[in-house]
């Protein structure tokens, strides 16, 4: 799915990918935002290349110091979460209209909107999957009454 942060993604990395089928290189994997050929294939993949620049140690230690920092101030990761639940807009960030919309703590029972990155959904113990998907819904549909935008979800669901 072209995992991706603070400006990279894998596809600025990876070489190429070889599937149970075949061996695909970087601009046949048709990268998007979060998405790929092999998004929505039934292709396994096997292996990926790798293709990564030589830098400073030093210098690279401290840029993953520093993001690694950044996420820890900013993300719930002491808590149980699937990450980032709704995709970024093209004109905004999901996190960004939760916050507006005030829905930082909102909760179905055990399923809340992270207080600390409104763009975690949180299991506080024992939800379940239909109290995540009716936050998800409330969410959604919350957004969408005060701001006129349409949270698409980030997360797999798998019924
Ligand atoms: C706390 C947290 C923070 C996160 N932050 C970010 C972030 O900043 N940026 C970002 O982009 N993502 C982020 N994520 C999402 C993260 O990138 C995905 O959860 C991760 O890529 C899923 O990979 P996995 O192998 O763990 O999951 P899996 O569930 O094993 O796999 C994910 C999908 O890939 C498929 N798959 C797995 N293996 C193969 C294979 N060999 N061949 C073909 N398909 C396969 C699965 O069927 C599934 O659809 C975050 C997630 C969490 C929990």
Not at 93 to 122: M, P, W
Not at 144 to 149: E, F, L, V
Request: with cysteine; proline share 1%; aromatic share 10%.
């Amino acid at each position: 799915m072209n995992a991706g942060a603070y400006g990279g993604e894998i596809k600025d990395v990876i070489v190429g990918v070889k599937t149970d089928k075949q061996y695909y290189e970087n601009e046949e994997c048709d990268f998007g935002y979060r998405n790929s050929k092999f998004s929505n294939s039934k292709e396994c993949i096997l292996k990926g290349y790798f293709q990564l620049q030589k830098g400073d140690k030093s210098i690279i230690q401290m840029k993953m110091d520093d993001l690694l920092q950044k996420r820890m101030d900013k993300q719930p990761l002491d808590k149980y979460s699937a990450g980032s639940t709704f995709k970024r807009g093209t004109d905004f960030y999901a996190s960004q209209l939760i916050s507006d919309c005030e829905l930082k703590g909102y909760r179905v029972n055990d399923a809340s909107v992270s207080t600390k990155h409104a763009g975690f959904l949180i299991n506080d113990g024992n939800a379940s999957y239909t109290e995540f998907m009716q936050l998800i819904e409330d969410v959604q549909r919350i957004v969408y009454d005060k701001t006129n935008k349409k949270l698409e979800c980030e997360v797999k669901i798998i019924k």
